[in-house]
């Protein structure tokens, strides 16, 4: 649990050395990410070293994990014990890995997938919705979402759905991005160069290539929160 150190700076201090505006630092301060300011006899807020490591652990924490986790974190690290705080910083990380891992194998995976021959099927290859979902191993109303939203629609004859061989390939490749993290937007954007053959190879490699870039942007910046969120702890081998 952190302690006010020694140090005086006005609300403006604290803003231009965070970068921050100074309501934004008003309003970190309102949500518990920073400690409450010491008040001079006329009301002025006082701010110490404290409060300027809260500020600048919440920014780079939040380009890391997102700005409602980040203030959970840095609000464990003024209340909680420290053995605490370490493990929710161990779940980030462990998360972080895993969407890495599971990234990798989506690329070789999908790699794999656009690269299929497709003249090697036949019509007869077609696949029903339960058959599809039993094959990926996701529900039906998945497929039917993913219908829904334009990113694997199947031909229809008399009103039920049948998959071609192109449009199961297409379903793979959805569940292999779904997997590694792409929301349906980026994904509808995705498609139809893929389904179109327009810069499929390429566009997919980019849309990889830009999750992966992600994933390590959200790394450093969690590099980069380490000092700031550091100086809020005791020292090493002190109670908490």
Known sequence: MSTLESGSMRTVDVARRSGYSVQQIRNL?????????ARTASGYRVYAEVHLNSALAYRALAGGTGPVEAKDIVRAAHQDPVARLLARLDAVHARLDRE??????????AAAIAAEPMAQ?????????SELAAALGVRASTL?????????VPDRRDGIRRYAPAQVRDARI????RGAGY??????????????????AATLGAALAAREAGIAAR???????????????????AHG
């Open 219 to 237: 790394s450093r910046a969690l590099l980069e929160a380490g000092p700031a969120l550091l100086a809020l702890l005791p020292p090493a081998g």
């Open 144 to 152: 039917r979402h993913w219908d829904a939203e334009g990113l694997v």
């Open 174 to 177: 959805v569940h292999q991005l």
């Open 183 to 200: 929301r349906i937007e980026a994904l509808r954007r995705l498609m139809p160069d893929l389904r179109s053959g327009r810069h499929g």
């Open 121 to 129: 099927v036949r019509p007869a290859d077609a696949m029903g919705v």
């Open 29 to 37: 301060e309102r949500d518990g990410v920073l400690p409450p300011a």
């Open 100 to 109: 890495r891992t599971e990234l990798a194998l989506a690329k070789e995976a």
